[in-house]
């Protein structure tokens, strides 16, 4: 019997495809970091894998910088602000509420002042780098994030919290 989800329905005609695109991006990040961020052990945030490395709370303070830059460069400023990190709580809170700003942006009729594919390879495609850093780094820490089939994932655009839907194709 075949799998339902390896042909999935066809997406419906949206006014901008790149726009779009962007929004699911900006879920598909939520989704990712959410699961890294989730149930991390109390002192994660000041783990460090070397001498030299940043900590897991100075790359979520830095993801936060990259959500906010997102969203002046999509109104059109070029604004950038390094945030000190306040704590991972804090931190993870400040993150979820950049991603659903940016994402209400993105879903509003309001003009994107940038270009689209500039602001998913520069901030985006950046913070869900660092979201891949901080699984490895809860591994490292000892207390990892199971991996999964992505591409099966209930992923859709506006879903931006804390708050996802569970895996659906996890493994260890």
């Known amino acids: 019997m075949a799998d339902r989800e390896e042909n999935p329905p066809p997406v419906a005609e949206v006014a901008d495809p790149a726009r779009a695109l962007l929004r699911h991006t900006v879920a598909a990040l ?15 945030g000041e783990f460090r894998a070397g001498p030299t490395s940043r900590t897991p709370a100075a790359i979520l303070a830095h993801m936060c910088d990259l959500m906010d830059w997102a969203l002046a460069l999509a109104q059109g400023e070029h604004r950038w602000r390094d945030v000190a990190p ?26 994107v002042r940038w270009r689209i594919e500039s602001l998913f390879q520069g901030p985006v495609a950046d913070a869900l780098t660092h979201t891949g850093q901080l699984t490895m780094l809860r591994r490292l820490a000892g207390a990892p994030v199971r991996g999964e089939n992505y591409s099966k994932a209930d992923i859709s655009a506006g879903r931006v919290g804390a708050a996802q839907a569970p895996a659906r194709v996890e493994f260890d």
């Open 86 to 111: 306040r704590g991972w709580s804090a931190d993870c809170d400040r993150f979820f509420a950049a991603l659903a700003a940016l994402d209400s942006y993105l879903a509003s009729s309001a003009p």
């Open 30 to 44: 939520a989704y990712r970091a959410a699961k890294a961020l989730r149930d991390a052990p109390p002192n994660f």
